[in-house]
């Protein structure tokens, strides 16, 4: 079973020759993001909205017209423009890195694939509405911490409405201590929830055949027992996300961890094929994988089974 370091040196071999082509595709989706920052800034100054307005309860109607109902719409708007302009796009980052993990190197071309048609580019939103709907159903396993907690900080209110007698002090003890745990375990039980959609753009991006709906179903049963490993890649770059505290040094980390994730990916999705767990595609463009020949994944890159390639009819 390989460990973090193999999928770090194996993301290494993976860049030689092919990290500016990766760092510009995670550039171009850093710039759209980038973009539609700005044009949300712009567009609150332009009206006079101040941003923290949207965090804090109107007071009087005036400050519900003037201030708070302008910066929802331009929070709701930006949402919007984000997912209709950015998940495609990340699909097709996502689509470069699983090339350069198989061989398969073709330059920025893949980048931009869902915006080719309108079944592809409805296809990738459909898949984002499906899985962000999904986040959002896992994060209300926090709410019950979250409601404690606030019955910690608004204590007087909390007696006058149940018209309770328990000290001020017992309630945000209670409150603070109880809704903490409850909060933790929700948020234990929304990555472990999340985890399981992990492979999904990596099979979309894989398989233009494929439905939303049938890759998050193959992503949630691919990762059943992968998922702690996966946590403790990810953990393995702690000291390098804390390096990128002065910015600059993200231009080196953020394709190497994406490139380690990918290599993660492609090694948990071999072990599903070899497992009969996701099917093995053998078409011209289908992915290295070798379920008759197990090797270790920590081979350099190369050195994986060749694809498989069917005898030539009997004559």
């Known amino acids: 079973m390989p460990v973090s370091a193999d999928f770090r040196r194996a993301a290494r071999g993976h860049l030689k020759g092919h990290f500016a ?4 595709a995670l550039g171009v989706f850093a710039c759209v993001m980038l973009i539609l ?7 609150r100054a332009m009206l006079g909205v101040n941003v923290l307005s949207l965090y804090t309860p109107p007071v009087g109607a005036a400050d519900f017209y003037s201030q708070y109902l302008p910066n929802l719409c331009i929070a709701a708007g930006s949402a919007l423009f984000t997912l209709l302009l950015t998940q495609p796009l990340l699909i097709g980052v996502r689509r470069l890195f699983w090339r350069a993990v198989n061989d398969k190197h073709s330059g920025l071309s893949g980048l931009f694939a869902d915006f080719s048609s309108g079944r592809r580019y409805a296809r990738a939103l459909s898949f984002s509405v499906q899985l962000y709907l999904r986040y959002i159903l896992f994060s209300l396993l926090m709410l019950p911490g979250l409601a404690l907690v606030s019955i910690g900080n608004s204590s007087t209110s909390v007696q006058d409405w149940f ?3 328990l000290p001020t002090q017992d309630i945000k003890d209670f409150g603070a201590g109880f809704g903490t745990v409850l909060l933790l375990i929700g948020a234990v039980l929304f990555v472990r929830l999340m985890l399981r959609y992990f492979l999904a753009r990596v099979l979309l991006a894989d398989d233009d055949s494929l439905s939303p709906r049938e890759a998050l179903r193959r992503s949630a049963r691919a990762m059943n027992g992968y998922k702690g490993q996966l946590v403790s890649l990810i953990l393995s770059y702690a000291g390098w996300f804390l390096f990128c505290v002065p910015v600059l040094p993200i231009l080196y980390v953020a394709p190497y961890v994406n490139m380690s994730c990918t290599s993660f990916a492609r090694f948990a999705v071999e072990e599903n094929v070899r ?7 053998r078409q011209p463009e289908a992915i290295p994988f070798a379920p008759f020949q197990p090797a270790p994944f920590y081979a350099p890159p190369g050195d994986f089974p060749a694809p498989y390639v069917p005898p030539p009819p009997a004559r």
């Open 163 to 165: 018209n309770i007698s």
């Open 21 to 24: 082509e990766m760092l510009a």
């Open 275 to 281: 497992a009969g767990r996701l099917p093995c595609r």
């Open 37 to 43: 920052s700005v044009v949300q800034d712009f567009t």
